[in-house]
């Protein structure tokens, strides 16, 4: 029987999700799977353990390609991971598969299907008293509705945004720390964040710059994922204000974070914020350097991608 790797491997390349570069962490991803997938079949009594290394390689390979913008690819390994761990019967798992599926949707501007995960993994939140698989399924929820609010110009919308906002952050009151899994993080950071561009896409800047100060005060260190966020959110208030100037820098730094993570999972987010910019100031040698930066590191990861 051929050799199939930890949970260690899946631990180590879940930190550099968050702390580095996910993309070499999961250079051999699809061999692993491979192999793992051959001994789930030939060895079907290996199931508790070796099913469950299966699920969370799925999730692993399909995060990756998520964060480089191979979205049916990531699309392609949730539906394993979905399939698998229906199977299992383990409730977590299978919330932790429809955030990835929420996620994935989101990225792609794909705003139905990221509510219709958000539907699925609601009746599944029933059967788990695991606080943060709830409070990261509220601050989905907040996010889509939040994003929703701002491009429909919707009150109703803009109330159920800042109504699961306010439940994911009295979850994290209950919980009183970040959490961690093998899944997922949940973070007070996240939710300021996503509450943060929320406030600022409205207009509603002090409310704004509050939630982004209390986002800047719980980021953990090292989380370079959360900074690349608390960056745009910070990009998100500064154009609020008319600061085309902060902007830019804003984006600059979170460029500069991509570039070590070879991640382009927020490079739609950045060209959102660099349309305002151009708007704004369309002659800014600032806001041409952003652009210009962000095309070059998009056909880098591009070219990455395919070799």
């Known amino acids: 029987m051929s050799a199939v790797p930890g949970m260690e491997y899946v631990a180590n390349a879940w930190e550099a999700y968050y702390t580095g570069d996910v993309q070499a962490a999961t250079r051999d991803i699809e061999s692993v799977i491979q192999t793992t997938e051959k001994v789930v079949h030939d060895v079907p009594l ?4 070796t099913g469950q290394l299966l699920i969370h390689l799925y999730l692993l390979a399909a995060t990756a390609a998520r964060d480089r913008m191979a979205t049916s690819s990531a699309l392609r390994w949730l539906a394993q991971a979905k399939q698998a761990a229906q199977v299992h019967g383990d409730v977590e798992v299978v919330l932790a598969t429809y955030h990835h599926f929420f996620r994935t949707s989101m990225q792609a501007g794909a705003y139905s299907d990221a509510l219709c995960s958000l539907e699925v993994a609601t009746v599944y939140s029933g059967e788990t008293h695991d606080l943060a698989a709830r409070g990261t399924l509220y601050t989905d929820a907040g996010e889509v509705y939040a994003t929703l609010a701002n491009r429909d110009h919707s009150h109703e919308y803009s109330t159920y945004a800042e109504n699961w ?21 949940f973070t007070l950071t996240r939710i300021l964040n996503e509450r943060a561009s929320f406030y600022a896409h409205q207009g509603r800047k002090r409310e704004a710059e509050t939630a982004l100060h209390r986002a800047g005060e719980a980021l953990a260190p090292g989380n370079i994922r959360h900074q690349e966020d608390y960056l745009l959110a910070s990009s998100g208030v500064a154009i609020a204000h008319g600061d085309v100037v902060g902007a830019c820098e804003h984006l600059r730094l ?39 930066t962000i095309r070059i590191q998009s056909r880098e990861g591009e070219e990455q991608s395919r070799s």
Not at 46 to 49: A, C, L, M, V
Not at 255 to 266: E, G, P, V
Not at 272 to 284: A, F, T, V
């Open 46 to 49: 290996f199931w508790n353990t």
């Open 165 to 185: 906002f306010d439940k994911a952050e009295d979850t994290y009151t209950a919980l009183g720390k970040d959490v961690s899994s093998q899944y997922t993080r």
């Open 254 to 292: 979170s460029l500069t974070l991509h570039r070590t993570t070879n991640s382009l999972s927020n490079v739609v987010y950045m060209r959102r914020d660099l349309e305002h910019l151009k708007r704004m100031e369309p002659g800014n040698s600032a806001v041409q350097m952003i652009e210009d």
